[in-house]
């Protein structure tokens, strides 16, 4: 049963820092790509940060560039979202989304994110 488990959301004030993670198992494939994405209310989800498997390479969002990093441990097959200089405008569910080679995409449940004073 393949399970891809998002944690570490939260409220956090303007300009704080929030490190959020992504757990899966039972991905039979080897991982393609992983990615977080993000959805605020009433809009549609979009792309935040990807990273390929094989070489690491990564892709931003202009609006999240120089503010965040997404990272990864294969070992424990999970990835890693780091945050900082948190804007309301980042307030969302986060979602975490990997690929295998097949093309099969597995999505987490999603996180909240709450930037407020």
């Known amino acids: 049963q393949v399970q891809v488990v998002e944690s570490g959301g939260g409220l956090v004030q303007p300009g704080g820092s929030l490190r959020l993670s992504c757990a899966a198992s039972?991905?039979?494939?080897?991982?393609?790509?992983m990615g977080w994405y993000r959805q605020a209310p009433g809009q549609q989800r979009d792309l935040v940060a990807s990273?390929?498997?094989?070489?690491?390479?990564?892709d931003y969002a202009d609006s999240v560039k120089g503010r965040f990093t997404i990272s990864r441990d294969s070992a424990k097959n999970t990835v890693y979202l780091q945050m900082n200089s948190l804007k309301p405008e980042d307030t969302a569910v986060y979602y975490c989304?990997?690929?295998?080679?097949?093309?099969?995409?597995?999505w987490g449940q999603g996180t909240q994110v709450t930037v407020s004073s």
């Open positions: 039972g991905i039979r494939f080897s991982i393609y790509s």
């Open positions: 989304k990997q690929r295998d080679f097949l093309g099969f995409d597995y």
């Open positions: 990273m390929t498997g094989s070489s690491g390479s990564t």
